[in-house]
T-cell receptor, first 113, second 113 residues
Framework: ETGVTQSPTHLIKTRGQQVTLRCSSQ?????VSWYQQALGQGPQFIFQ???????GRGNFPPRFSGLQFPNYSSELNVNALELDDSALYLC????????????FGQGTRLTVV | GESVGLHLPTLSVQEGDNSIINCAYS??????FIWYKQESGKGPQFIID?????DKRQGQRVTVLLNKTVKHLSLQIAATQPGDSAVYFC????????????FGRGTSLIVHP
């Protein structure tokens, strides 16, 4: 186990709704990154948070937003859900400036209907 | 633009054989290259990484080779076991304290007992 936990594990939402996904990072890790993984594809970087500030963003629209809390846990919020948002959402924690070794959670499977 | 891709989507091997998973990349400015293993229903798991100034790195039963001339990365798994069955992703990232990997599509490794 990596020590990174995500909730919920599965979620079904209706198009147009909003969703919040949560991630608890591994103890001692100060950086959290979020990824979207469509079926049969590699993870695509959404954004990264370091000390509660956004530290990089991928090619995702503004309706994808995030937060990082003082305890380094994080949330991913998606507004106005679209069918194409259906995917596995992964959270990874790491130490900023440290090695490339990030630890991933098991992911949240989001289905938009 | 930046891209990380894989030559083969599926690789089938017999237990005990050596496996070689290949990856092509296009961003010459990447500082690190990383291999991840993703088992069904789980998040990616770090296997090994290599800095751009190296051409070989060995871990436990795994070896990563980097050929910058042809922008090629490979993961060699010795004495492949059924537990090695998974999807393997290569990823590349810049260094400088920022770890934002770009993942390829993945190769499915199937190990037959």
């Amino acid at each position: 186990e990596t020590g990174v936990t995500q909730s919920p594990t599965h979620l079904i939402k209706t198009r147009g709704q909003q969703v919040t996904l949560r991630c608890s990072s591994q103890s001692g890790h100060n950086t959290v990154s979020w990824y979207q993984q469509a079926l049969g594809q590699g993870p695509q970087f959404i954004f990264q948070y370091y000390r509660e500030e956004e530290n990089g963003r991928g090619n995702f629209p503004p309706r994808f937003s995030g937060l990082q809390f003082p305890n380094y846990s994080s949330e991913l919020n998606v507004n106005a859900l679209e069918l194409d948002d259906s995917a596995l959402y992964l959270c990874a924690s790491s130490l900023k400036g440290a090695a490339t070794e990030a630890f991933f959670g098991q992911g949240t499977r989001l289905t938009v209907v | 633009g930046e891209s990380v891709g894989l030559h083969l989507p599926t690789l089938s091997v017999q237990e005990g054989d050596n496996s070689i998973i290949n990856c092509a990349y296009s961003n010459s400015a990447s500082d690190y290259f990383i291999w991840y293993k993703q088992e069904s229903g789980k998040g990616p798991q770090f296997i090994i990484d290599i800095r751009s100034n190296m051409d070989k790195r060995q871990g436990q039963r795994v070896t990563v080779l980097l050929n910058k001339t042809v922008k090629h990365l490979s993961l060699q798994i010795a004495a492949t076991q059924p537990g090695d069955s998974a999807v393997y992703f290569c990823a590349e990232t810049k260094g400088g304290g920022s770890y934002i990997p770009t993942f390829g599509r993945g190769t499915s490794l199937i190990v037959h007992p």
